[in-house]
């Protein structure tokens, strides 16, 4: 069983450099794959109801401290900088590059006065975050220092958690039966350093309890893991080599509204302070794609892979229409490309095989006579069609996400 370290240098997905300890560097490879996650939950996201954004990648410190997390992560976890003025460099200020979103969304929600007609507001962030993750623990995309976040923020009253709760799992288990992992839900509660009162602890558990029970969920316990300003709805699952990791998260933050004084008018023309939901369906980009390299050991389904189909020609005369398949496969958005090696086909077949490459298509004489392809996939099963059948069924895969 290879790690997914292997697996990245071998099919050229990603590398690390001691130039940017603990920062991946994409190869084109590793970037369609990239890609099609980001498409895949850019479109739920958006399928349900979010409105995406993007927020500076670096801001002044007073906004984390405002928040809790410079007390609780600043001179360990995060990366900070002393930067001047350039008319002015007697006076230098703080600057973090940001180790979460959740504090920026609220300068989001506050761009405006807010209604209560508008909740709730769900804002979505595909954001680039820095950790200072300690040397020792840094592993290939596992546990990176750059990490990239499906991140998202549901401002809503206290009404609407149940329902948004509620949806925000839904998601996540659909998510994660699409790619086959098993994965089991567990509820961290208050830890013994925390912001916020007791008063609101005890509403924000007791509202994750009420949608876990209704949904009959069963949870593992994560007593006193919960993040400093709420508790967590948490997704484990089990990796190709029996390690345990925490990907998906759903939050309830009652502290960061009070802190930041978000406001919405209610009915009655009131000011209300509404309720923060953090939610991740990945965890991180960088993990999720480790995991996912291991669990399928490179041989990635169809819709995923870098390279979904490779043509080999027979022989040199039957380039030329190899090239005709060629352009009717990228003309159709299939990601494909055509072996003109001068070597034996046995040979190039057993390349596109350690390539991992879904299928692969054979043309000889026959096939260009009956103006068809040989089609072979990962298991050597072989079979003749025409090229508008193999559209119709690749198409039908990629869509299914097979």
């Known amino acids: 069983m290879k790690d997914h370290k292997q697996i990245g240098q071998e099919l050229e997905l990603f590398f690390s450099s001691d130039m940017a300890p603990g920062a991946p560097f994409w190869l084109p490879n590793g970037m369609v794959i990239f890609q099609e996650l980001e498409k895949y939950i850019r479109k739920l996201t958006l399928d349900a ?12 410190s007073e906004l984390f401290k405002q928040s809790g997390h410079f007390e609780k992560f600043g001179e360990h976890n995060m990366y900070n900088l002393e930067l ?14 940001k180790p979460m979103n959740c504090p920026e969304s609220t300068i989001l929600y506050r761009f405006r006065p807010r209604s209560y007609r508008e909740l709730p507001l769900r804002l979505a962030e595909i954001g680039r975050l820095h950790r200072r993750e300690k040397s020792g623990e840094v592993n290939g995309l596992l546990r990176v220092r750059q990490i990239t976040m499906d991140d998202a923020h549901i401002y809503a009253t206290e009404e609407q958690i149940f329902n948004e709760v509620s949806s925000i799992l839904d998601m996540m288990i659909g998510f994660y039966k699409s790619f086959g992992f098993e994965y089991e839900f567990r509820l961290a509660t208050r830890p013994e350093t925390r912001a916020g009162s007791d008063e609101n602890w005890d509403k924000a558990e007791l509202a994750l309890e009420k949608v876990l029970k209704e949904k009959e969920i069963k949870t593992g316990d994560k007593k006193g893991e919960g993040a400093f300003y709420g508790p967590k709805i948490d997704v484990h699952i089990k990796d190709a080599l029996g390690r345990d990791w925490q990907l998906a998260t759903v939050q309830l933050d009652f502290h960061q509204p009070e802190a930041f004084k978000l406001e919405y008018m209610d009915e009655n023309n009131s000011k209300k302070r509404p309720v923060m939901i953090h939610r991740a369906i990945f965890g991180s980009f960088e993990r999720f794609i480790a995991i996912l390299t291991e669990h399928f050991q490179g041989a990635f389904p169809i819709w995923l892979s870098p390279v979904q189909i490779q043509i080999i020609p027979i022989a040199d005369r039957h380039q030329k229409y190899a090239q005709i398949v060629l ?7 299939i990601r494909a490309e055509m072996d003109t ?4 086909m046995q040979s190039k077949i057993r390349d596109a095989q350690i390539q991992k490459i879904p299928y692969m298509i054979i043309v ?9 392809v040989a089609v072979r996939n990962r298991t050597a099963n072989m079979e003749t069609m025409s090229i508008s059948d193999f559209l119709t069924k690749i198409n039908l895969e990629i869509e299914s996400k097979a």
């Open 49 to 60: 109801g979010y409105l995406e954004t993007s927020t500076p990648i670096m801001v002044k």
């Open 341 to 344: 090696r001068a070597e034996k």
């Open 84 to 97: 001047s003025d350039e008319a002015d460099d007697s006076k230098p200020e703080s600057y973090t590059l």
């Open 364 to 372: 000889g004489d026959r096939e260009e006579t009956e103006n068809k």
């Open 327 to 333: 352009e009717q496969l990228k003309s159709a958005n």
